[in-house]
């Protein structure tokens, strides 16, 4: 079992940036491949990023590429997501997700998850 908490929302102005980090506790962190997804109201949750749990292979949706970028430290337990260049449409409660994989493996399915945080608010005003 891994719990995780998601912080660092908040509301910013288009153009901007934020870090979100997600702590992880409980199981050893480093066997855990992590994700970052997003729900906007009336929408399906969407993958964003993933990492794999040696940090050595990422995923990022189209509509993040060049602007996110997810990392972790497996030392404090956190994988990060940077967001730079936020956009309107990047409004959307963000979530970060574990599941147990090889080395190398990168999972992206929300489906394959099974822990999952509560969720941070990200709103991006004009």
């Known amino acids: 079992q891994v719990q995780l908490v998601e912080s660092g929302g908040g509301l910013v102005q288009a153009g901007g940036s934020l870090r979100l980090s997600c702590a992880a506790s409980?199981?050893?962190?480093?066997?855990?491949?992590m994700g970052w997804f997003r729900q906007a109201p009336g929408k399906e949750r969407e993958s964003v990023a993933a990492?794999?749990?040696?940090?050595?292979?990422?995923y990022y949706a189209d509509s993040v590429k060049g602007r996110f970028t997810i990392s972790r430290d497996n030392s404090k337990n956190t994988v990060y997501l940077q967001m730079n260049s936020l956009k309107l449409e990047d409004t959307a409660v963000y979530y970060c997700?574990?599941?147990?994989?090889?080395?190398?493996?990168?999972?992206?399915?929300?489906?394959?998850?099974?822990?999952w945080g509560q969720g941070t608010q990200v709103t991006v005003s004009s």
């Open positions: 990492i794999s749990w040696a940090g050595l292979g990422s």
């Open positions: 997700a574990a599941e147990v994989k090889g080395i190398h493996s990168i999972v992206v399915l929300r489906d394959e998850y099974d822990y």
């Open positions: 409980g199981r050893t962190f480093s066997s855990y491949a």
